[in-house]
């Protein structure tokens, strides 16, 4: 994590500079002291304690999860023992050359390696003023002479003040992550345990160097069963918590992860996302070539995800084919860049048992706190957002109460979708289509609009799932194509005669429903049917049957045309987009905004503007907002555009208005 900046004031840049001044202050002095003392009286125990010292400070006494990352450091029994024994200058030059090298050894951050000499000379000091205050003054030419039972009083208010100045300084260095408060007193029992625990050996540190010096390497024996211990839960805990497979972190781990999360998110304000990813038809992998081949491809997708997240984002595996990251300090657009990559960095097909493979995974995101303040919370939303992307066929899903079937707002939204459409309050827009060639009316397209009584308008991404998930589709389409059919008869008789184009649902065709409804409804108007164009996804495409290939084909007979709508954003076999009676592909407004930013969005474009003109139809741009998109799209030779920099959605009187305004001769007619 970024520390704060230290020239700027703040509650960091004190403590760092109190501990640094001071404490280097301190050093310097100290390495004074002890370069013109004579040592000869502290002799080998000195030097004895010296090398254990270093020795211990190297291995940290590490608790695992849940307490401090970097542990205890055992070395602070005989940092107090140099200090009772031969006073702070020893001891805080020894403590310094320890810690310097340990730091050094991690590869710490030269602020945090200048911050811990400085804090650990102060605490030494700090502990140094209490024996002074005792009577006592020890020295490199005056040792301690005996240790007794009389001294245990100021040796246990050594303790207390050098493990709180310690504790204090470094908990208001670290206090910008969290709260001062909260790195003061969180996890406070058990790390004061661990560090009165250690510091309770210094007195037997010293009885051991006064009177028999050679045994104090034998200290080391039970120091070093206890780091072997803690380093045995440390590896069962790391067992216990990883999945054995991929190596990440399991489930276990990552509710404990997300629960750290959720509490610093609380306490700083810090917004975050969770991604729940399960991998597309990885059932079949393992049925077909076996729970071996399953294994390859977890381990691949696994390295897969590390390779595409961000440094400090946390990556798990929950458990069959599901994976979940989670990733800290990021908004809505961070976290998705990530879930887009992950998607990216899986386009090249994996060998798998000889055989190529193509790993495809949906993504459901939901942020923390906007789609959930506690842990089941977001799980459960993210994994509701991963099952549309999955159903949607989408890729990535942030999560929407809308779609979440269990959700008591669309519950409710569905109710008022069902009395909207009893009631008839659902309208059309029209958004015209021009020719970039000269900029001719070549037909518009209708847009349902939703204006809530109460909620204000809402847009058709979020009740148009809710249609197609609870059977009110076949409503709804019903109530566009007459509104759309009633307004073609109306252009008809103004002598108007504009193409129109309705989107419609691959829900839609299943059974023969809507070549019924487009029958009877350009009868009773008397429109013909070729004045209707349907537009269609990538996802009829894609879901090949017998009932679908059928109704297309009646559609076609019965001279409706069909759009491919939204083209480059699903998945479109160039077999199938042969056979199928489309005459017309609509690039997605996605690949226009970016036509500027991106050579490959150009590449994207031309080589979509070129598979048209080969199938034999025309292309036409979705979403163009400017001029410059205009004249590119042009120049690559697109046939159509649609978009706000021609005109915005508009309602039946409005777009009527403009057609008039704009429409060629050859849709006009005379008036009946």
Request: net charge negative.
């Given at each position: 994590?970024?520390?704060?900046?230290l020239?700027?004031?703040?509650?960091?840049s004190?403590?760092?500079?109190t501990?640094v001044?001071?404490?280097?202050g301190?050093l310097?002095v100290?390495?004074v002291?002890v370069?013109?003392?004579?040592?000869?009286a502290?002799?080998l125990p000195?030097l004895?304690?010296?090398?254990?010292?270093?020795?211990?400070?190297?291995?940290?006494?590490?608790q695992?999860?849940?307490h401090?990352?970097?542990?205890?450091?055992m070395s602070t029994a005989?940092v107090?023992a140099?200090?009772?024994?031969?006073g702070?200058?020893?001891?805080i030059v020894?403590?310094s050359i320890a810690?310097?090298?340990?730091?050094?050894?991690a590869?710490?951050?030269w602020w945090k390696?200048?911050f811990?000499v400085?804090?650990?000379?102060c605490?030494?000091?700090?502990g140094a003023?209490?024996?002074?205050?005792?009577g006592?003054?020890p020295?490199?030419?005056?040792?301690?002479?005996?240790?007794s039972?009389?001294?245990?009083?100021?040796v246990?208010g050594?303790?207390?003040?050098?493990f709180t100045?310690?504790?204090?300084?470094?908990s208001?260095?670290?206090?910008?992550?969290?709260?001062?408060r909260s790195?003061l007193?969180?996890d406070f029992?058990h790390y004061?345990?661990?560090n009165f625990?250690?510091?309770g050996?210094s007195?037997?540190?010293v009885?051991?160097?006064q009177?028999?010096?050679?045994?104090?390497?034998?200290l080391?024996?039970?120091l070093?069963l206890?780091?072997r211990?803690?380093?045995?839960?440390l590896?069962?805990?790391?067992?216990a918590?990883?999945?054995?497979?991929t190596?990440?972190p399991?489930?276990?781990?990552m509710?404990f992860?997300l629960n750290d999360?959720l509490?610093?998110a609380?306490r700083?304000?810090?917004?975050?996302g969770?991604?729940l990813?399960?991998?597309?038809?990885?059932?079949?992998?393992?049925?077909?070539?076996?729970h071996?081949?399953?294994d390859e491809?977890l381990?691949?997708f696994?390295h897969c995800?590390r390779?595409?997240?961000r440094?400090q984002?946390?990556v798990?595996?929950l458990g069959?084919?599901e994976?979940?990251?989670?990733?800290?300090?990021?908004d809505?657009?961070?976290a998705?860049?990530?879930?887009?990559?992950?998607r990216?960095?899986l386009?090249?097909?994996?060998?798998?048992?000889?055989?190529?493979l193509?790993?495809e995974?949906?993504i459901?995101l939901?942020m923390?706190?906007?789609h959930?303040?506690?842990?089941e919370d977001l799980?459960r939303?993210a994994?509701s957002a991963?099952?549309?992307?999955?159903e949607s066929?989408?890729?990535?899903?942030?999560?929407s109460?809308?779609?979440?079937?269990?959700s008591?707002?669309?519950?409710?939204?569905?109710a008022e979708?069902?009395?909207?459409?009893d009631?008839?309050?659902?309208?059309?827009?029209?958004q015209?289509?021009?020719s970039?060639?000269?900029?001719g009316l070549?037909?518009?397209?209708?847009?349902?609009r939703?204006d809530?009584?109460?909620r204000?308008?809402?847009?058709?991404d979020?009740?148009?799932?809710?249609?197609e998930?609870?059977?009110l589709?076949?409503?709804?389409?019903a109530?566009?194509?007459?509104i759309?059919?009633?307004?073609?008869?109306?252009?008809?008789e103004?002598?108007?005669q504009?193409p129109m184009?309705?989107n419609?649902?691959?829900?839609?065709?299943?059974?023969?429903?809507?070549?019924?409804?487009l029958?009877?409804t350009?009868?009773?108007h008397?429109?013909?049917?070729?004045?209707?164009?349907?537009?269609?996804t990538?996802r009829?495409?894609?879901?090949?049957?017998e009932?679908m290939?059928?109704?297309?084909?009646?559609?076609h007979?019965?001279?409706v045309?069909?759009s491919l709508?939204?083209?480059?954003?699903?998945?479109?076999?160039?077999?199938?987009l042969?056979?199928?009676?489309?005459?017309?592909l609509?690039?997605?407004r996605s690949f226009?905004s970016?036509l500027f930013?991106?050579?490959?969005d150009?590449?994207?474009v031309?080589?979509?503007?070129?598979?048209?003109?080969?199938?034999g139809?025309?292309?036409?741009?979705?979403g163009?907002?400017?001029?410059?998109?205009w004249q590119?799209?042009h120049?690559l030779g697109c046939?159509?555009a649609?978009g706000?920099?021609?005109?915005r959605?508009?309602?039946?009187a409005?777009?009527?208005e403009?057609?008039?305004?704009?429409a060629?001769s050859?849709l006009?007619?005379?008036?009946?």
């Amino acid at each position: 994590m970024a520390h704060p900046p230290l020239l700027k004031p703040s509650m960091f840049s004190g403590f760092w500079y109190t501990s640094v001044l001071l404490g280097w202050g301190l050093l310097v002095v100290a390495c004074v002291q002890v370069g013109t003392a004579s040592i000869t009286a502290a002799g080998l125990p000195l030097l004895m304690s010296a090398v254990l010292l270093l020795v211990l400070e190297l291995l940290p006494l590490v608790q695992g999860r849940g307490h401090d990352p970097h542990g205890v450091v055992m070395s602070t029994a005989f940092v107090c023992a140099v200090l009772f024994m031969w006073g702070p200058w020893p001891a805080i030059v020894m403590v310094s050359i320890a810690a310097m090298a340990s730091d050094l050894r991690a590869g710490k951050h030269w602020w945090k390696v200048l911050f811990n000499v400085g804090q650990y000379a102060c605490s030494v000091a700090a502990g140094a003023v209490v024996i002074w205050l005792a009577g006592q003054h020890p020295s490199l030419q005056h040792p301690l002479p005996r240790f007794s039972v009389s001294d245990i009083g100021w040796v246990v208010g050594v303790w207390v003040v050098y493990f709180t100045v310690n504790l204090v300084l470094v908990s208001g260095v670290l206090a910008h992550r969290s709260s001062l408060r909260s790195e003061l007193f969180d996890d406070f029992l058990h790390y004061s345990m661990m560090n009165f625990a250690v510091l309770g050996i210094s007195p037997i540190i010293v009885v051991v160097a006064q009177n028999v010096w050679p045994l104090l390497p034998a200290l080391l024996i039970p120091l070093l069963l206890l780091y072997r211990m803690a380093q045995m839960t440390l590896e069962k805990e790391h067992e216990a918590g990883h999945d054995a497979l991929t190596e990440l972190p399991n489930r276990s781990s990552m509710h404990f992860a997300l629960n750290d999360h959720l509490s610093h998110a609380r306490r700083t304000g810090d917004t975050f996302g969770l991604l729940l990813i399960d991998l597309d038809h990885f059932k079949e992998v393992n049925d077909s070539l076996g729970h071996h081949a399953g294994d390859e491809l977890l381990v691949h997708f696994a390295h897969c995800l590390r390779r595409s997240v961000r440094p400090q984002d946390y990556v798990t595996r929950l458990g069959g084919d599901e994976f979940a990251v989670i990733i800290p300090a990021a908004d809505e657009r961070a976290a998705r860049d990530v879930a887009e990559r992950i998607r990216d960095s899986l386009i090249e097909p994996v060998y798998v048992q000889g055989m190529q493979l193509q790993i495809e995974a949906s993504i459901g995101l939901a942020m923390h706190p906007e789609h959930g303040e506690g842990l089941e919370d977001l799980l459960r939303h993210a994994d509701s957002a991963m099952y549309t992307a999955k159903e949607s066929r989408e890729g990535i899903a942030l999560y929407s109460a809308v779609r979440d079937r269990n959700s008591t707002d669309r519950l409710s939204l569905l109710a008022e979708l069902r009395q909207a459409l009893d009631q008839h309050t659902l309208e059309l827009h029209y958004q015209p289509k021009v020719s970039l060639a000269d900029r001719g009316l070549l037909g518009v397209e209708a847009l349902i609009r939703w204006d809530h009584p109460t909620r204000g308008f809402i847009a058709p991404d979020y009740f148009i799932p809710l249609a197609e998930q609870s059977g009110l589709m076949p409503m709804l389409t019903a109530q566009v194509i007459e509104i759309a059919v009633a307004q073609l008869r109306d252009w008809s008789e103004l002598g108007l005669q504009v193409p129109m184009a309705v989107n419609i649902s691959p829900t839609d065709l299943t059974g023969h429903r809507l070549t019924h409804l487009l029958a009877q409804t350009t009868t009773t108007h008397g429109v013909a049917a070729g004045m209707l164009k349907l537009e269609i996804t990538e996802r009829v495409v894609a879901e090949e049957t017998e009932e679908m290939n059928s109704v297309l084909l009646t559609l076609h007979e019965m001279g409706v045309t069909l759009s491919l709508d939204d083209f480059g954003t699903g998945y479109s076999s160039m077999r199938r987009l042969k056979t199928l009676p489309i005459s017309e592909l609509k690039i997605d407004r996605s690949f226009v905004s970016s036509l500027f930013d991106s050579t490959a969005d150009v590449g994207i474009v031309r080589a979509v503007i070129d598979l048209a003109h080969a199938l034999g139809m025309p292309a036409i741009a979705e979403g163009v907002e400017t001029e410059s998109e205009w004249q590119l799209l042009h120049s690559l030779g697109c046939d159509g555009a649609q978009g706000w920099h021609i005109a915005r959605p508009m309602p039946a009187a409005d777009i009527t208005e403009w057609i008039t305004a704009h429409a060629p001769s050859s849709l006009r007619t005379d008036a009946a």
